[in-house]
Nanobody, 114 residues
Framework: QVRLVESGGGLVQAGGSLRLSCTASGFALFSRSSMSWYRQAPGKQREVVASISSGSGGSPYYSTSVRGRFTISRDNAKKEVYLQMNSLKVEDTAVYYC?????WGQGTPVTVSS
């Protein structure tokens, strides 16, 4: 059974940084799965934040709201995906989810204070 577990969320001041991690289990071939980070802010719909392709993960996708501040990466040997978040803004406050094509993690909350 595929399982995704996020960690690294928390409370940070605006302008600060956080690094989210996602540990995958149950994948037959993790390296062949594209992976994404989504987020859901209070009262808003879930939105994709960043995506990374299978394999080495070249040409990642970023939403316009985070491009230039967030970096997605992966370590296939560890079956992990990361989201480095820099220059955080109050509007980045949300629950962040690690997502594979068929599975969602439970989410990790990120709160950015002014």
């Amino acid at each position: 059974q595929v399982r995704l577990v996020e960690s690294g969320g928390g409370l940070v001041q605006a302008g600060g940084s956080l690094r989210l991690s996602c540990t995958a289990s149950g994948f037959a071939l993790f390296s062949r799965s594209s992976m994404s980070w989504y987020r859901q802010a209070p009262g808003k719909q879930r939105e994709v934040v960043a995506s990374i392709s299978s394999g080495s993960g070249g040409s990642p996708y970023y939403s316009t709201s985070v491009r230039g501040r967030f970096t997605i990466s992966r370590d296939n040997a560890k079956k992990e995906v990361y989201l480095q978040m820099n220059s955080l803004k109050v509007e980045d406050t949300a629950v962040y989810y690690c997502v594979s094509p068929n599975t969602w993690g439970q989410g990790t909350p990120v709160t950015v204070s002014s």
